[in-house]
């Protein structure tokens, strides 16, 4: 299993790969690794020659007041968790190096940052899609692939992808869950008893607003209405939003019909968690 910390190490370790004609997947990730991570290496490994997993701590998505400082950061135990898919490639660079002080380019997906998540965290995705364009220029991969609960994410570096001509090929998966429907997620290691216990009420919601929708109910704001009322019985919870939008565009829609996302953002406790579904109107 080859760890590689050097961007131009990195740089020259895949121009070499493509010019053995073979195939690069990249997972981008922040460490902590967990199964939805593991589950998105796993399907790197059946389309690509070569998977590199990146692990950084993104400085630039973080706002003011988030958990930069706290948030996990677990290499060896990611190592460990990696062993298995050998041969690897592991992409640790250093944040000096890869987000100088002096660092002023960046890329913004405007239509698509400002609502849902972006409404609250300005600047969030700009970090986010400058750091997977740096990361798709020094791994210079063939395919990408990301979670479908950071639903928002996912939808800009595919949106970002197709703008700039990358020629990679970017996979969205499945979002995968606890036993009890709570989404995957690095931040879930915050959650103390009480509050891991409270957190599955997000995906509840989301199910619930799926069963009414599919029983013919029409009016976004009356979803909104009953998904606020349902999460509003915990009193752990602290709704950000709840967003019921266009799965391609994430306007807010009035009318129910067709295919659409359901969205969450709330604190549990301290911890902020998202969550989403998709759901198809009668």
């Not at 997993?53 to 706002?63: E, H, K, T």
């Not at 987000?99 to 380019?105: I, K």
Request: proline letters at 5%; one cysteine or more; hydrophobic letters at 40%.
């Amino acid at each position: 299993m080859k760890t590689v910390s050097s961007l131009k190490e990195m740089f020259e370790f895949s121009r070499k790969v493509k010019d053995r004609g073979q195939t690069i997947a990249l997972v981008p990730t922040m460490g902590a690794l967990h199964e939805g991570h593991l589950s998105l290496i796993t399907a790197a490994k059946k389309k690509a020659d070569i998977v590199i997993v990146s692990i950084f701590v993104n400085p630039l998505q973080f706002g003011q007041n988030e958990d930069l400082k706290k948030y996990p950061r677990r290499l060896k135990d990611d190592q460990n968790k990696l062993k298995p898919f050998d041969p690897i490639t592991i992409f640790t660079p250093g944040e000096k190096d890869f987000t100088p002080a002096a660092l002023a380019a960046g890329i913004e997906v405007e239509i698509l940052s400002k609502p849902l998540c972006g409404k609250a965290r300005p600047g969030h995705f700009r970090g986010v899609a400058t750091i997977v364009a740096k990361l798709f220029n020094i791994t210079q991969p063939n395919y990408a692939f990301f979670g479908e609960k950071d639903y928002q994410q996912q939808l800009i570096i595919k949106k970002m992808t197709k703008d700039l001509s990358y020629n990679i090929e970017v996979f969205s998966l499945p979002t995968v869950r606890e036993y009890d429907g709570l989404a995957m997620s690095s931040r879930n290691i915050y959650l103390n008893e009480r509050e891991r216990s409270a957190a599955p009420i997000l995906y509840k919601a989301l199910n619930h607003a799926k069963d009414i929708i599919e029983k013919g109910e029409k009016d976004a704001r009356r979803i909104n209405l009953i998904i606020a009322q349902l999460l509003g019985r915990e009193p752990l919870v602290k709704i950000e939003y709840v967003g019921v939008v266009d799965p391609e565009t994430l306007e807010e829609t009035k009318e129910i019909k067709g295919k659409i996302l359901i969205a969450i953002a709330a604190n549990i406790g301290q911890t902020r968690l998202i969550d989403n579904l998709i759901v198809n109107a009668k």
